[in-house]
Nanobody, 118 residues
Framework: QVQLVESGGGLVQPGGSLRLSCVAS????????MSWYRQAPGKQRELVAS???????NYADSVQDRFTISRDNAKKMVYLQMNSLKPEDTAVYYC????????????WGQGTQVTVSS
């Protein structure tokens, strides 16, 4: 069974840092583009960062220069390093895997809560 499991969320003060992790099972990670999404209460789910199978990076404007996405295919892990956190970063963060070469093969994790508050 395919599973994506996020961890590393929690409560942090503004300006602080967190590193989120996503561990995948049931897939060969090197065949998947990986992304982090987030959803705040009352808002739509939005793309935060993505990393392609070749290492290409994309970030939402709101997190550019603060967040870094990375991957370790051998460990089947994806990370999101979040620095200089702001209250508006508060959301549930989700890991997504998208199979390259297909239009609609996606897998989602269950999410991890990030709360930025003083």
């Amino acid at each position: 069974q395919v599973q994506l499991v996020e961890s590393g969320g929690g409560l942090v003060q503004p300006g602080g840092s967190l590193r989120l992790s996503c561990v995948a099972s049931g897939i060969v990670l090197r065949f998947y583009d990986m992304s982090w999404y987030r959803q705040a209460p009352g808002k739509q789910r939005e793309l935060v960062a993505s990393i392609s199978i070749s290492g290409g990076l994309n970030y939402a404007d709101s997190v550019q220069d603060r967040f870094t996405i990375s991957r370790d295919n051998a460990k089947k892990m994806v990370y999101l390093q979040m620095n200089s956190l702001k209250p508006e970063d508060t959301a549930v963060y989700y890991c997504r895997a998208a199979r390259v070469g297909t239009n609609n093969l996606f897998y989602w994790g269950q999410g991890t809560q990030v709360t930025v508050s003083s």
